[in-house]
């Protein structure tokens, strides 16, 4: 990955329905090369796909937790299953300590929520934490520059 590399991937980060001819015109390279770099950068896993990101606001889930859930009952592979299965998780991460993980969630009242959390504990001790506010909801992801290769056409 070289400079140019790093360029491409922070406007397609801005920007995900930028065209190639943009990104052409803005990196000041052929077509041909923006679309060789893309699939190389597909290729190697850099990215993993382009998506639409809806504000949970926009779709009538504004109550918005944070889940943690430990002590599982259950195997750790075994809840992963159930949960991937879960339509309310937003993100799901498994955390260094025992059995734990920490959910994102966002549903559409606090009814809502609370039948999310009573079906959670099934499997293990849980606690709730109310997103009040997000001033980070995601970031552009960058390598660092002394990281990258000398720049190759």
Do not use: W
Not at 14 to 42: A, G, M
Not at 77 to 95: S, V, Y
Not at 106 to 122: H, P, Y
Not at 134 to 140: E, F, G, L, T, W
């Amino acid at each position: 990955m070289d400079l140019i590399d790093r360029s491409l991937l922070q406007f397609i980060q801005e920007d995900s329905r930028i065209t190639v001819n943009e990104l052409s015109e803005k990196l000041l390279l052929s077509q041909l090369s923006i679309r060789k770099r893309l699939q190389r950068l597909e290729k190697n896993g850099v990215i993993q796909g382009f998506m639409v990101i809806i504000p949970p606001d926009a779709i009538g889930k504004s109550v918005k937790a944070i889940i943690q859930i430990e002590n599982l009952k259950i195997k750790t592979q075994q809840f992963e299953e159930i949960i991937k299965e879960e339509k309310d998780i937003l993100e799901c991460h498994r955390i260094t300590r025992i059995n734990s993980f920490f959910i994102k969630t966002a549903v559409s009242s606090i009814k809502q929520l609370e039948d999310f959390t009573n079906r959670l504990t099934l499997y293990g001790k849980v606690n709730t934490s109310l997103i009040i506010a997000s001033p980070v909801s995601h970031q552009i992801l960058l390598p660092k520059t002394e990281y990258l290769q000398p720049i190759k056409n």
